[in-house]
Every structure is written in C-alpha cells, then in structure tokens.
C-alpha cells in the first residue's frame, strides 16, 4: 500500500531552519506531483510548496523562505524551511497528487516557540 511518512518536525526557535522530509513507498514516485501543506490550529489547511518533475510551485507567502526538492532515486521529497516565525507553527503534511488520487502522509507538527 501506499505510504508517506513525514519527520524533521519538534520544536524550533524563531528564526530556526529545519529541513522536513517525506518518505514515499508504495507508488510509481516519479509519476506523482508532491506537495507540502500546513494546518495552523483553527485555521484552514493550506498550500505550502508543490514540485512536479523538476518544477516547483510556492504560495507567495512561502517565496524566498521555504524550498521543496525531491530526490527520485530515494522515493524523497524535503521542505526546507528557513527564518522561521512563531506563526508557521503548524501540522506540515506531505501530499502525492496523479490527477484525481491524492494521497496524505500523517503530518509532522512543528512548533515555532521561544
């Protein structure tokens, strides 16, 4: 069956980089889009960063700050995160699209906090 498996999330000062990356098993890696999204308490989940192919895709918000790459050979997509803000805190969820399946790794919370 079809696995994603999130990590790299705890607790971070503001200001803190990490790099959270995603595991994929169970499907044909290459042929999927992969995308970070995140989810703040009482707040709608959102897009963070898409990568297709080589080609990535990023919220405004997220331009200049966070990176997604992916390293095929390895089933691996990461979300590199820098210059982190107490209101980035959030479940950060990693996504495989190939037109109309979809499917969601459990979420890696991440915590921005003093």
């Known amino acids: 069956q079809v696995q994603l498996v999130e990590s790299g999330g705890g607790l971070v000062q503001p200001g803190g980089s990490p790099r959270l990356p995603c595991a994929a098993s169970g499907l044909t890696f290459t042929a999927y889009a992969m995308s970070w999204y995140r989810q703040a308490p009482g707040k709608e989940r959102e897009l963070v960063a898409t990568i297709t192919g080589s080609s990535t895709n990023y919220a405004d918000s997220m331009k200049g700050r966070f990176t997604i790459s992916r390293d095929n050979a390895k089933n691996m997509v990461y979300l590199q995160m820098n210059s982190l803000k107490p209101e980035d805190t959030a479940v950060y969820l990693c996504?495989?699209?190939?037109?109309?399946?979809?499917?969601w790794g459990q979420g890696t919370q991440v915590t921005v906090s003093s």
């Open positions: 996504n495989a699209r190939l037109i109309r399946i979809n499917y």
